[in-house]
Structure formats: C-alpha cells, structure tokens
C-alpha cells in the first residue's frame, strides 16, 4: 500500500523540548515582569525552554515591536503581547 499523500497526514504534535518560547521586552517595564513571570510559570511546568530579547539592545526588535511590548512568540511566530494568558500559552504549547 502506497504512503498517503502529505495533504491527508495528521502533522504531529511537537514535543515540549522542541519548543521555544521568546519573550522580547525591555528592562524597567512592569508588563514585561509579568509576562516573564506567566512565561517562567508556563515553560517550567512543561519543560519548555524559553529566552529573553531586550529590544533596547536589538534595532530591527526594536523597529517591530516597541509598541507592543511585552511580546511572546511561539517557535518564532508571535503569539501576544501587552498581557499574556497562562491558559491560552499553555494550550499553544501543548495542543
């Protein structure tokens, strides 16, 4: 029997490890303290590791998101900003 076409395949779920979050923020902004705090919470619980970019120490970051910071992606895709939902991050990571 032949594989299925791509276009049928169930893609499959990453796992925690394989993730990344980011968290692009800037130092002295109490909105980007607690979203480090729900994304610590969150990817300590699942085993999702995570890093911090400082867009006062990167232009294009800078250029892209200041307006909008804190800002989480999710494996490079942004997935918020300003305020981050525990329930809505953890159902990324793990859906």
């Known amino acids: 029997?032949?594989?299925?076409?791509?276009?049928?395949r169930r893609a499959t779920a990453k796992?925690?490890?394989?993730?990344?979050?980011?968290?692009?923020?800037?130092?002295?902004?109490?909105?980007?303290?607690?979203?480090?705090?729900?994304?610590?919470?969150?990817?300590?619980?699942?085993?999702v590791p995570w890093e911090w970019k400082?867009?006062?120490?990167?232009?294009?970051?800078?250029?892209q998101y200041w307006e909008q910071i804190p800002v989480v992606?999710?494996?490079g895709a942004q997935h918020t900003f300003w305020r981050v939902n525990e329930d809505r991050l953890r159902k990324a990571l793990t859906g």
Not at 1 to 8: G, H, K, N, Q, T
Not at 54 to 63: N, P, S, V
């Open 1 to 8: 029997m032949a594989d299925m076409s791509p276009l049928f």
């Open 54 to 63: 400082d867009i006062t120490e990167d232009a294009q970051l800078h250029d």
């Open 15 to 47: 796992s925690p490890g394989d993730r990344l979050v980011t968290l692009i923020g800037k130092p002295d902004c109490h909105l980007c303290d607690d979203a480090q705090g729900v994304v610590e919470r969150i990817c300590g619980e699942l085993g």
């Open 73 to 75: 992606l999710v494996d």
